[in-house]
């Protein structure tokens, strides 16, 4: 065969050259702005699909100068499918890596970056005890949306990013946690699986209504709690088990809509994510904490929900319930408990639109429950920054 | 309240971003991972190919066997996998398939395999089939049978990662 004729070997030395290209760009980022764990990272992860570009190139040489062979062929073509799934992937962390890198460097102030850095920080010494980070560092990128990802994880790296229009809205910082959540069911996904999902199955099974059993939904329903619900419930309960009050409230805010009922292929109704919040706030925050938070939810729920609807099969309270329970088992110790006096003092302070001096997780924490939070923002701000 | 059929389990078909944070990378950490697999599947039929041409061709063995021997991380992920959600559809009389990963619905659908038992025996057999071909103990026949499983895997990631390339199923082409 003629491989120097053939468009998969150009394909195939094309891969290796577009690679090659993306890592000279991780290159002029690093010149630019420096190093980091995070371009380290993706190089190492460049570095290694080129080695398998290399041995496709080898392979390919080796075996189609000896044979024709159609499925020979069909094999290279896909190998080749597949690692450029994998540009396309290491690309999408290319352009939010070169986006996050440009924000920084346009925005003036960089105090406020400061400040997000230090919160995040303390938010991952808050949680030590519950995520492992030993050789893993946690690298917040400014992007479109509230986000993670574990693809760096063997290079040791989690990426969380949080949208850009909330560099200001300090109290949405507090949804991060979230994101760190997801690292700790990433981590701990065998033994939150193992407890939770024959339970749920059971649930699913037992509890489906007839339409759904004869519509053959109920294999479906257990496929969505398995890769996508039961994750983002455990992390909206971590951000709890962190924050309390503090994060609910702002996950109320940020998430409502009209729809609290409906559901998403990929996350539960706002209403059951909220219920077991309230459920776990009832048992770990003190009484304040949960009064605010379900004043916040009613007040949405009065003006937006019919009074008769309520969740149902798939998300039926009593499994909400025994969620709650379970994650009471993975946190005995929830973080919020060693701060959520001192955020409650801030909050009452702020409401008084007085500014009481404390760590800057634990303002940030009471401004965002505090009822002054928009008029006080800049001053809080100003006197977390004054600190730096 | 709106029932949805069963949706690609690795692509984020909401149209509305707002409220659905943390989505779309998740995605594509899963996305890679499908990646790694069919790697794992395509290497090991290129090196089980390089194998049939030995007497041909002067070939780097080593190469050829630290091919083969990753296949054993794909059984290992699927025993996993199987471990995880077995219990659960051998109790309550579900297909094992009808709540699998893509890649180990493969696997089942390949042999036809309804639960668990039969699957773990299956994988089994897989393993033993892989040592004797890294013992060189090997006939055509068992070489056949691990390329027909790798072959399955390596489609099932191709046409996994080709459809979430596509721009109205896609993730990251936004």
């Not at chain 2, 709106?2 to 692509?11: G, V």
Request: aromatic fraction near 10%.
């Amino acid at each position: 065969m003629d491989i120097m004729n053939d468009p998969l070997f150009d394909g195939i030395i094309s891969l290796k050259l577009e690679f090659q290209e993306l890592k000279s760009h991780i290159e002029v980022l690093t010149l630019r702005y420096g190093r980091s764990i995070l371009t380290d990272a993706i190089t190492s992860k460049i570095d290694n699909i080129i080695k398998d570009v290399d041995n496709l190139i080898d392979s390919y040489q080796n075996i189609m100068q000896v044979t024709c062979d159609q499925n020979q062929y069909k094999i290279f073509e896909d190998r080749l499918m597949l690692l450029k799934g994998q540009r396309d992937i290491l690309t999408v962390f290319f352009e939010a890596l070169n986006q996050h890198l440009n924000i920084i460097n346009q925005i003036n102030n960089k105090e406020i970056l400061k400040c997000i850095e230090n919160f995040k920080k303390d938010m991952i010494t808050l949680a030590n005890s519950h995520i492992s980070l030993t050789n893993q560092e946690v690298c917040l990128l400014y992007s479109s949306t509230y986000k993670m990802t574990p693809l760096l994880a063997d290079k040791g790296v989690f990426i969380v990013a949080m949208p850009i229009y909330d560099l200001r809205a300090p109290w949405y910082w507090t949804l991060i946690s979230h994101e760190i959540g997801h690292i700790f069911h990433f981590q701990k996904s065998r033994e939150v699986d193992g407890k939770l999902l024959p339970i749920l199955a059971r649930y699913l099974i037992e509890k489906a209504p007839e339409h759904v059993k004869r519509s053959g939904y109920v294999n479906d329903f257990i496929q969505m709690w398995r890769y996508h619900w039961l994750s983002e419930l455990i992390s909206d309960l971590f951000g709890c088990a962190l924050f309390g009050a503090s994060f609910t409230t702002s996950f109320i805010s940020w998430l409502q809509k009209v729809n609290i009922l409906e559901i998403e292929n990929t996350h539960p109704p706002i209403e059951a994510r909220v219920f077991v919040q309230l459920k776990y706030i009832n048992e770990i925050c003190p009484k304040d904490m949960v009064k605010l938070c379900e004043q916040y939810w009613n007040t949405l729920c009065r003006s937006v929900k019919d009074p008769r609807s309520q969740l149902g099969y798939p998300f039926d309270y009593e499994i909400l319930e025994y969620i709650v329970n379970v994650f009471k088992e993975l946190i005995p110790d929830p973080p919020i408990a060693k701060i959520s006096d001192k955020i409650l003092k801030i909050k009452k302070a702020l409401d008084a639109e007085r500014i009481e001096r404390e760590e800057p997780l634990v303002m940030i924490c009471g401004l965002a429950i505090s009822e002054k939070k928009l008029e006080l923002r800049e001053d809080v701000l100003k006197a977390i920054t004054e600190d730096l | 309240m709106k029932l949805y059929r069963c949706i690609s389990l690795y692509s984020n078909s909401d149209k509305n971003k707002i409220g659905t944070m943390s989505v779309q990378w998740i995605y594509l950490s899963r996305v890679w991972n499908l990646c790694e697999w069919g790697k794992i599947a395509g290497e090991a039929l290129t090196a089980l190919s390089m194998l049939r041409l030995a007497d041909r061709r002067k070939i780097n063995l080593e190469i050829v066997q630290s091919k083969l021997k990753r296949v054993n991380e794909l059984l290992n992920f699927l025993a996993e996998e199987i471990k995880s959600i077995g219990e659960i559809a051998d109790r309550y009389d579900i297909r094992l398939s009808d709540i699998s990963s893509p890649t180990l619905k493969t696997f089942l659908d390949l042999y036809g395999i309804a639960n668990s038992q039969d699957a773990i025996k299956r994988i089994a057999m897989l393993n033993e089939i892989l040592k004797n071909i890294l013992e060189g103990k090997y006939d055509e026949e068992e070489i056949d049978s691990l390329e027909r499983f790798l072959r399955a895997i390596l489609r099932t990631s191709t046409n996994e990662v080709e459809k979430l390339m596509r721009p109205s199923d896609t993730v990251w082409i936004l």
